[in-house]
């Protein structure tokens, strides 16, 4: 099969789809890999080094794009990556269409099948394909809202440990998933007073065994939120009902409860963020001020640590690619009900409920294209 890698054009997003390493995996399937040039440098892997793979490079992008049977991306395609997609090509990348309706609907025109990481799914319950870069985005969480927290940023000028003598500070993380569970775990490294909300008490049950008591597991209710947001200097959003729009928790009217130059760092934001006043931001431009309150809701945060984020990206989609590549998206998403949940758009068609209810489309079910 011809797969192509091109490069990630979103803002600030260096990461590439397939290391090395995975190229060279394909090739030996029979594969040929072609890599647009330049692609993989943000991430620290050379062209000379896909080229020791076995992966070809093309410089022009519309060739790279013409020629492929199999696209793979890491974000959702931006405006001129839709326009070269065709029918018949098959693209696999983060698409989070619960949260852009005109990006569904340009897939949708673009005839192509699109097959979302984020929906993914595995025999445990969990999202493999967007656990590692959850795991990434939950431990930078705590940087970025430890940055947020300076004066400098519109924070309130509290150190996240405190120090001899002053308390630290206390930390919410409303969602206590990988993205909840990564941060909790920084926070708690650092010295804050960590809780972590959840509606799951079997999640919560795994999170008190896991940190023997160490971060206080709170049943997430409206009058838990209440409480931290009157209480806490930051608060992480990691709430997430796969494939769905994030629900919104804290509202502006809430803002006003928060100490002064507090933080909410969203980042469910890729959802459609879980708080009311939160809006995408870049690494260019991270965070804003609403009411007195710092918001930090960058929606590709793996994508400044590219080196890490790369390579447990592709260790993860390593798997799956090479079925899509082995077998076709047919046979594949046929073979394997977990990957068939991946399945968003085909042919014009929404195939994942979530997405189709939320912007009142028709919903055709995968398997009744796997036959
Ligand atoms: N901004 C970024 O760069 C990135 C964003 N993400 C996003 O982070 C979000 C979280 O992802 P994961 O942790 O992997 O999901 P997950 O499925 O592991 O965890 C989500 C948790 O939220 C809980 N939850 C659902 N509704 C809740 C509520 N009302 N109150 C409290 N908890 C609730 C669930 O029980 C679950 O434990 C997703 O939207 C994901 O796309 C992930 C990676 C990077
Ligand atoms: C999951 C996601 O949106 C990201 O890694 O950028
Ligand atoms: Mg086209």
């Given amino acids: ?203 919560l049950e795994t999170l008190d065994d896991r940190y023997q008591g160490r971060m206080k597991t709170v049943f997430s209710t409206a009058d838990a939120i209440d409480e931290a947001v009157r209480e806490c200097d930051l608060i992480v959003g990691a709430v997430l009902i796969p494939g769905a729009a994030a629900p919104k928790l804290i509202t502006r009217e809430m803002l006003a409860e928060m100490k002064p130059g507090s933080v909410l760092v969203d980042v469910a934001i890729d959802q459609g963020g879980c708080f009311e006043t939160s809006r995408a931001t870049t690494h260019t431009d991270p965070s804003y001020i609403v009411d007195g309150i710092v918001h930090y809701c960058v929606a590709n945060m793996p994508g400044a640590v590219a080196r890490t984020s790369t390579q447990a990206l592709t260790n993860a989609t390593l798997p799956f690619v090479i079925a899509l590549a082995d077998k076709g998206w047919q046979q594949a998403l046929a073979d394997d009900t977990h990957f068939a949940a991946g399945l968003n758009v085909h042919a014009g068609q929404v195939t994942y409920q979530a997405v189709a209810e939320a912007f009142g489309l028709e919903y055709v079910a995968p398997d009744k294209l796997l036959d």
């Fill in 1 to 203: 099969m011809q797969i192509a890698v091109p490069k990630e054009i979103k803002n600030h997003e260096y990461r590439v789809s397939l290391t090395p390493t995975g190229a060279r995996e394909l090739v030996s399937h029979g594969h040929v890999v072609t890599l647009q040039a330049g692609a993989g440098e943000g991430a620290g892997f050379a062209d000379a080094t896909f080229e020791a793979a076995g992966a070809r490079l093309e410089t022009d992008v519309a060739r790279l794009w013409d020629d492929a049977e199999l696209i793979l991306k890491v974000k959702e395609p931006q405006a001129e990556e839709v326009a070269r997609l065709n029918a018949g090509q098959t693209l696999f990348t983060y698409l989070h269409l619960a949260a852009e309706e005109s990006l569904t609907r340009a897939l949708m025109e673009s005839g192509a099948t699109c097959i979302a990481y984020e929906t993914v799914t595995d025999r445990q319950g969990g999202l493999p394909l967007l656990a590692p870069m959850s795991t990434v985005a939950g431990r930078m969480a705590i940087q970025a809202g430890a940055h947020s927290l300076e004066k400098a940023q519109g924070g309130s000028g509290v150190l996240l440990p405190g120090v001899p003598g002053v308390a630290p500070a206390r930390v919410a993380v409303i969602g206590g998933g990988v993205v909840g569970e990564n941060a909790a775990r920084m926070a708690l490294g650092l010295g804050a007073e960590v809780r972590v909300l959840d509606t799951s008490i079997p999640r």
